[in-house]
């Protein structure tokens, strides 16, 4: 079985295009109707039998620590009321998990937000989740599904998705040979290509399960894409090793870092009534 036990969530990022209401409040705090988006995160990660939740933040994110703390005195307020209820979705999620933080000072990229994890992961494989990417599915949670596979092929897994070509350059893509359905050995990835240099469309979404590896790597990769260390990047050595899969998952993505995205998100989730 797995040895994965532990999700790393990246979430020091400044959400700049949802300013003004990410000045004083986490990106990762904003709700889809009632729950903040990197709950819904946890609860996935939890699904995925997920126990150790390793969050990266930075200055400015306290709210994301409290959220998943006891607030002793909303618990006595509300304590017999008939809205005690509503305490019972992070009551649970406080039972069963363990949270560990620690900061990112400086706004480096995303590979090293990674490395800034690596004192909470250790070196185990492990599931990293972007809660702005928001996943929704009928069945198993998008990372179950990708412990699965790791369970099989024992590497780097990526998420893919196809996205339209006129928005590759918004994500990391992938190359590589479709091994499987919906399966593909990668040979290739680069970081927001531009649209008429990108090899295909098969876009990486915020699930990843990495090897432990990826923390050297990481350290011996220069600056990539926008002067930040790129996690794209590290992967490609992977890659080249033939260490990582691409895995189209079964189910919905909402792009929460832009406001389309965020508002279809909350839209989709007050008709299924998935915030429940
Ligand atoms: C990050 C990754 C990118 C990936 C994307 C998914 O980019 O660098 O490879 O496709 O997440 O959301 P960001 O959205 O942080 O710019």
Same mark, same amino acid.
């Given at each position: 079985?797995?040895?994965?036990?532990? %999700?790393?969530?990246?979430?020091?990022?400044?959400?700049?295009?949802?300013?003004?209401?990410?000045?004083?409040?986490?990106?990762?705090?904003?709700?889809?109707?009632?729950?903040?988006?990197?709950?819904?995160?946890?609860?996935?990660?939890?699904?995925?039998?997920?126990? /150790?939740?390793?969050?990266?933040?930075? #200055? /400015?994110?306290?709210?994301?620590?409290?959220?998943?703390?006891?607030?002793?005195?909303?618990?006595?307020?509300?304590?017999?009321?008939?809205?005690?209820?509503?305490?019972?979705?992070?009551?649970?999620? #406080?039972?069963? %998990?363990?949270?560990?933080?620690?900061?990112?000072?400086?706004?480096?990229?995303?590979?090293?937000?990674?490395?800034?994890?690596?004192?909470?992961?250790?070196?185990?494989?492990?599931?990293?989740?972007?809660?702005?990417?928001? %996943?929704?599915?009928?069945?198993?949670?998008?990372?179950?599904?990708?412990?699965?596979?790791?369970?099989?092929?024992?590497?780097?897994?990526?998420?893919?998705?196809?996205?339209?070509?006129?928005?590759?350059?918004?994500?990391?893509?992938?190359?590589?040979?479709?091994?499987?359905?919906?399966?593909? #050995?990668?040979?290739?990835?680069?970081?927001?290509?531009?649209?008429?240099?990108?090899? +295909?469309?098969?876009?990486?979404?915020?699930?990843?399960?990495?090897?432990?590896?990826?923390?050297?790597?990481?350290?011996?990769?220069?600056?990539?894409?926008?002067?930040?260390?790129?996690?794209?990047?590290?992967?490609?050595?992977?890659?080249?090793?033939?260490?990582?899969?691409?895995?189209?998952?079964?189910? #919905?993505?909402?792009?929460?870092? +832009?406001?389309?995205?965020?508002?279809?998100?909350?839209?989709?989730?007050?008709?299924?009534?998935?915030?429940?």
């Amino acid at each position: 079985m797995t040895a994965i036990s532990k %999700c790393l969530f990246p979430a020091a990022g400044y959400g700049t295009r949802f300013l003004p209401a990410t000045k004083a409040m986490p990106k990762e705090m904003l709700p889809i109707v009632t729950k903040p988006l990197i709950q819904y995160g946890v609860e996935e990660a939890m699904d995925a039998g997920i126990t /150790g939740m390793a969050i990266v933040t930075g #200055r /400015g994110k306290r709210a994301i620590e409290d959220h998943f703390d006891i607030s002793y005195e909303l618990e006595h307020q509300i304590a017999g009321s008939d809205q005690e209820s509503l305490l019972d979705g992070t009551r649970h999620i #406080r039972d069963k %998990c363990r949270f560990s933080y620690t900061r990112q000072a400086e706004m480096k990229g995303l590979g090293h937000a990674i490395l800034m994890g690596q004192s909470l992961i250790g070196n185990n494989p492990f599931a990293v989740i972007l809660a702005d990417d928001y %996943c929704v599915t009928e069945g198993p949670g998008v990372l179950a599904q990708m412990i699965r596979l790791y369970d099989q092929y024992r590497c780097t897994i990526v998420a893919i998705e196809e996205v339209p070509m006129e928005e590759i350059s918004r994500y990391g893509v992938i190359e590589g040979e479709e091994a499987e359905e919906g399966i593909f #050995r990668v040979s290739n990835m680069v970081e927001k290509p531009s649209p008429d240099s990108a090899s +295909s469309n098969l876009a990486i979404i915020g699930r990843y399960i990495l090897t432990p590896d990826i923390f050297q790597i990481l350290e011996n990769t220069a600056p990539g894409k926008s002067g930040e260390i790129q996690l794209t990047d590290a992967l490609l050595t992977q890659a080249h090793a033939g260490n990582v899969i691409g895995y189209k998952f079964d189910g #919905r993505r909402f792009d929460c870092g +832009s406001i389309d995205g965020f508002i279809e998100a909350t839209n989709h989730t007050y008709k299924s009534r998935n915030y429940e």
